[in-house]
């Protein structure tokens, strides 16, 4: 009998957690140490570099899953600050032989090297380990790319194919596994946890819940829209799907509303879970399982318009990031074309990502990701194809930095497979000559709202009095419209740093010159 290290890199959860299940039903183990580590060299803390946002998110639900074992179970989280290769053998040694590492997949490379790395050391100190698959995602990524005759997917009719032959198909979809129920207990043994926590080998290394919560104060950033934590996770799925199930039977991806629901700049027409899916506060086999009940009851649209659907997509990046070697690069990818891109322009990068382009459409998407982490996926595509092969040349790795240290649901496999697609250079983007207007009217298929123009309104305030007709193109207004409306083009708001339709020309004669060579 020994204590389980739970170490929960990317499962911020009770419900359907398979590690806290395992250890609670397992007769090697007699208690547990639920376990998070804020890893510097992941941009977490001040000197990482990911954004107040993300950080603050971060913390809330560190705090929520704290107190959530604690109330359910009286059991505490320990959080260390540190290297997991370094902090992780400590504990192991502070525990013994005998005990164990249980530990959810990751498909970055970093994290594999990472978890081979601890899983040698605690070996030599007779710790055993044991990492479980199918936490963040659907599908068994390992073992689905080993499978006889897989292929990497290109489309949702391929990953339908392969989640039929993996999960097999019943009457009413794929059989997906049900999600587990929280533990019924977790044995928690105190005197094991406050030894640890005042050990002088993990001295230094050691956070409270409180200092926790005080660094999520600190950030200043007041009340969040997206709040972290299960419990902010498990409530929204409620309002957002479970109690809505004509939402969900109607939900089709390409319809939804990029400037968020009518007449409400901060409330996504989406489902805005998708935060609380990427760092593991909410399950995705939960978040499935309540699409596929409402389904069962009426007709519903299909993948790949559908809920579900994104969930497949979600699958699908995941086997690709996994199974294409240099997945993060556009070098040695080869699910990526090598585009000769323009040369890094700092200015144009940063008007971009500061949104302060001179178009008001893609300004109010960067600023909305400033200040809330989230945008919605059309907005997404928007900027993305603004800045690389639409309007201003650069490389997609530029901008899916800007994601990585913005985006509240920020994945290294789904981040690095949306700019690939958008970029237009994998095998699964939309013809690269399809170019978004980045100055949307009521017909676009951005689907922005152009009559009132509440969302732009918002988000760029220096352009709230502007008569709608020009809101999306205000340098085209007459300069009596621009000084009526308190903001002057070029002195109040930028001009447009770069001619839209030349700049879109020149990109796709480059495009298409960049392509003939590899060809």
Not at 20 to 29: F, G, R
Not at 117 to 141: C, E, H, N, R
Not at 495 to 519: C, H, Q
């Amino acid at each position: 009998m020994g204590t389980a290290i739970v170490w929960l890199r990317n499962i911020l959860r009770i419900h359907d957690n398979p590690l806290l299940d395992w250890a609670c039903a397992s007769d090697e183990i007699d208690s547990v140490i639920p376990l998070v580590v804020l890893d510097p060299t992941r941009g977490i803390g001040e000197e990482g570099g990911l954004s107040p946002n993300r950080m603050r998110f971060l913390y809330d639900s560190i705090v929520d899953l704290g107190d959530r074992l604690e109330s359910e179970y009286s059991a505490g989280l320990m959080v260390l600050h540190g290297k997991p290769k370094k902090a992780i053998p400590l504990i192991a040694e502070e525990l013994g032989p005998g005990a164990w590492l249980l530990c959810d997949y990751r498909p970055e490379p970093e994290s594999r090297h990472e978890v081979s790395d601890i899983q040698a050391s605690l070996s030599a100190m007779g710790v055993q380990s044991k990492v479980f698959p199918s936490v963040g995602t659907i599908l068994d990524v390992e073992d689905v790319i080993g499978s006889e005759g897989y292929r990497n997917p290109k489309s949702s009719s391929d990953i339908g194919n392969i989640m039929g032959r993996s999960l097999g198909e019943g009457p009413d979809g794929y059989l997906v596994p049900k999600p587990l129920e929280p533990p019924g207990h977790v044995t928690f043994d105190k005197g094991t946890f406050d030894s640890l926590g005042s050990s002088e080998s993990l001295s230094g290394m050691v956070v409270t819940k409180g200092e926790i919560a005080e660094r999520a104060t600190e950030l200043g950033l007041g009340e969040l829209y997206f709040g972290g934590g299960e419990s902010e996770a498990l409530e929204r799925l409620r309002r957002k799907v479970s109690e809505r199930p004509e939402f969900v039977n109607e939900f089709s991806k390409p319809s939804t509303m990029s400037t968020n629901e009518m007449g409400s700049p901060m409330e996504p027409s989406t489902t805005g879970l998708s935060p609380y899916i990427s760092t593991g506060c909410l399950s995705v086999r939960t978040v499935w399982d309540e699409c596929a009940a409402a389904n069962v009851s009426s007709e519903h649209t299909k993948p790949p318009q559908s809920l579900i659907g994104q969930l497949m997509f979600r699958e699908m990046f995941y086997l690709l990031s996994r199974s294409v070697e240099n997945w993060d690069d556009d070098v040695g990818n080869s699910n990526c074309m090598p585009i000769e891109w323009g040369e890094l322009d700092e200015e144009l990068v940063s008007a971009w990502e500061a949104g302060m382009t001179g178009f008001p459409y893609i300004d109010a998407m960067m600023r909305q990701l400033e200040s809330t982490g989230w945008m919605h996926h059309l907005g997404r595509h928007a900027v993305s194809c603004f800045l690389t092969r639409g309007q201003l040349w650069q490389n997609w790795k530029h901008g899916r930095d800007v994601f990585e240290r913005k985006l509240l649901d920020s994945d290294w496999a789904l981040n690095n497979g949306n700019w690939l697609w958008l970029a237009g250079v994998a095998p699964f983007s939309m013809p690269y000559f399809r170019v978004y207007n980045p100055c949307p009217d009521s017909k676009s298929s951005l689907n922005a709202e152009t009559e009132e123009a509440s969302f732009v309104r918002h988000w760029v305030p220096e352009l709230a009095s502007y008569p709608s007709r020009y809101i999306f193109e205000p340098h085209l207004a007459p300069i009596e419209v621009q000084e009526a409306s308190g903001c002057v083009i070029g002195r109040d708001y930028p001009n447009p740093i770069v001619d839209r339709k030349e700049s879109r020309r020149v990109n796709l004669e480059l495009f298409k010159e960049s392509v003939s060579r590899i060809s």
